[in-house]
């Protein structure tokens, strides 16, 4: 076999090229700290890179859903304090109108207190959070949930949101609800008073529009804090309702075989104002003040509820942030043993490409002097 001189050059070209391929590979690894740079340093290596991305950035992405939720929860529960704060105070200006030493004069005055009360109570329940979207109003967050009827003759406050709950993904698999709905916690409130006339409920089914449904979502798949999904009618009392016919300013909630009246607190507001207002006899007066203190004492109770409730989700958004924040250290570590390069390794295989590279160059070095001409 006959080996010419070029063939000599183009071989320790090549070899030459190799070790400073070899060599700058590891010089790029030794720059980023990695072992893995593309897909062919170790396909199955890659693969499991890419999964703990993957999970790193779906349980990062629960992990902001859970401070979503935690401020609007926070946010409900400021208002939900304030609105019995608010209730208490009514409840004690309507034990003060009780008393029998108090002339027309002064009950006009609790009247006039008690609707500056029912205002603030409304500006509570129509609160809107930090991204301007009203926290009461169901799924429906763009629409004020609470005002006056202006079809009414008399003043009447109607609830304009729905009864879903906005539900946000915090794991896999896992939702939670980010608020309640106004409906739950103002307007389905149980009433004694016997003016409140109820009727059978129908065979009417829920009439709200769904919010769109979560099917889409799959494991592990992280969800925009603000989509909604169904969770079905919030009640408050963990039934599907249906809807009926009643008076105008009532509702009637179904229950396992039974019936009972529920009215809004603002219009128990608003009818306890007129009592005291509207110069009606001592004893209707008296009447309608010992039905507003039991509906109140019930309003203050789903207001309590309500409250447990949003503690209790609060401390399983604890617990569930605690567990992200593991599994995502878990998975960092995993990505790191298996991704990170080794310093002093890499460091010795660089220099030993290194002098492989010197040894190439001096050996092309030493055949670039072999020549028949250097021995004529």
Same mark, same amino acid.
């Given at each position: 076999?006959?080996?010419?001189?070029?063939?000599?050059?183009?071989?320790?070209?090549?070899?030459?090229?190799?070790?400073?391929?070899?060599?700058?590979?590891?010089?790029?690894?030794?720059?980023?700290?990695?072992?893995?740079?593309?897909?062919?340093?170790?396909?199955?290596?890659?693969?499991?890179?890419?999964?703990?991305?993957?999970?790193?950035?779906?349980?990062?992405?629960?992990?902001?859903?859970?401070?979503?939720?935690?401020?609007?929860?926070?946010?409900?529960?400021?208002?939900?304090?304030?609105?019995?704060?608010?209730?208490?105070?009514?409840?004690?200006?309507?034990?003060?109108?009780?008393?029998?030493?108090?002339?027309?004069?002064?009950?006009?005055?609790?009247?006039?207190?008690?609707?500056?009360? @029912?205002?603030?109570?409304?500006?509570?329940?129509?609160?809107?959070?930090?991204?301007?979207?009203?926290?009461?109003?169901?799924?429906?967050?763009?629409?004020?949930?609470?005002?006056?009827?202006?079809?009414?003759?008399?003043?009447?406050?109607?609830?304009?949101?729905?009864?879903?709950?906005?539900?946000?993904?915090?794991?896999?698999?896992?939702?939670?609800?980010?608020?309640?709905?106004?409906?739950?916690?103002?307007?389905?409130?149980?009433?004694?008073?016997?003016?409140?006339?109820?009727?059978?409920?129908?065979?009417?089914?829920?009439?709200?529009?769904?919010?769109?449904?979560?099917?889409?979502?799959?494991?592990?798949?992280?969800?925009?804090?603000?989509?909604?999904?169904?969770?079905?009618?919030?009640?408050?009392?963990?039934?599907?309702?249906?809807?009926?016919?009643?008076?105008?300013?009532?509702? @009637?909630?179904?229950?396992?075989?039974?019936?009972?009246?529920?009215?809004?607190?603002?219009?128990?507001?608003?009818?306890?104002?007129?009592?005291?207002?509207?110069?009606?006899?001592?004893?209707?007066?008296?009447?309608?003040?010992?039905?507003?203190?039991?509906?109140?004492?019930?309003?203050?109770?789903?207001?309590?509820?309500?409250?447990?409730?949003?503690?209790?989700?609060?401390?399983?958004?604890?617990?569930?942030?605690?567990?992200?924040?593991?599994?995502?250290?878990?998975?960092?570590?995993?990505?790191?043993?298996?991704?990170?390069?080794?310093?002093?390794?890499?460091?010795?295989?660089?220099?030993?490409?290194? @002098?492989?590279?010197?040894?190439?160059?001096?050996?092309?070095?030493?055949?670039?002097?072999?020549?028949?001409?250097?021995?004529?």
């Amino acid at each position: 076999m006959r080996i010419s001189t070029a063939t000599l050059r183009e071989t320790g070209i090549i070899n030459m090229m190799s070790r400073q391929v070899e060599m700058n590979d590891t010089q790029e690894k030794i720059a980023s700290g990695l072992q893995l740079l593309k897909p062919s340093d170790d396909p199955a290596a890659m693969a499991q890179v890419l999964d703990y991305k993957a999970s790193i950035a779906a349980n990062t992405q629960y992990q902001k859903n859970i401070s979503a939720i935690e401020l609007r929860l926070n946010n409900e529960d400021t208002a939900l304090d304030s609105a019995s704060n608010i209730l208490n105070r009514v409840r004690e200006l309507t034990l003060t109108g009780l008393n029998a030493s108090y002339n027309g004069s002064d009950r006009e005055a609790i009247g006039r207190e008690i609707h500056e009360m @029912t205002q603030a109570l409304m500006d509570i329940a129509n609160t809107k959070n930090h991204s301007g979207d009203y926290i009461f109003s169901g799924s429906k967050s763009d629409t004020k949930p609470f005002d006056f009827d202006s079809s009414s003759t008399v003043p009447t406050v109607v609830y304009q949101g729905d009864r879903y709950q906005t539900r946000i993904q915090i794991g896999p698999g896992i939702f939670m609800a980010a608020s309640h709905s106004g409906f739950s916690i103002f307007e389905n409130i149980p009433t004694s008073d016997p003016a409140v006339n109820t009727v059978k409920p129908t065979s009417t089914t829920e009439t709200d529009a769904l919010p769109p449904t979560d099917t889409a979502v799959t494991e592990g798949e992280p969800v925009d804090p603000l989509a909604p999904v169904t969770e079905g009618v919030d009640s408050g009392d963990g039934v599907t309702e249906t809807d009926t016919t009643v008076s105008e300013t009532v509702t @009637t909630t179904t229950t396992t075989g039974t019936e009972k009246a529920t009215r809004s607190i603002f219009n128990t507001l608003l009818k306890l104002e007129n009592a005291f207002t509207g110069n009606l006899p001592l004893e209707e007066v008296n009447q309608i003040a010992n039905y507003a203190l039991q509906d109140l004492d019930a309003s203050l109770n789903s207001l309590s509820d309500a409250r447990v409730d949003v503690g209790a989700r609060l401390n399983t958004l604890d617990h569930q942030g605690s567990l992200l924040e593991k599994f995502i250290l878990d998975s960092r570590q995993n990505l790191s043993d298996v991704q990170d390069a080794d310093y002093a390794e890499v460091i010795s295989r660089f220099n030993l490409h290194q @002098t492989a590279l010197q040894a190439s160059q001096q050996a092309y070095t030493k055949v670039q002097g072999l020549s028949l001409f250097n021995y004529l």
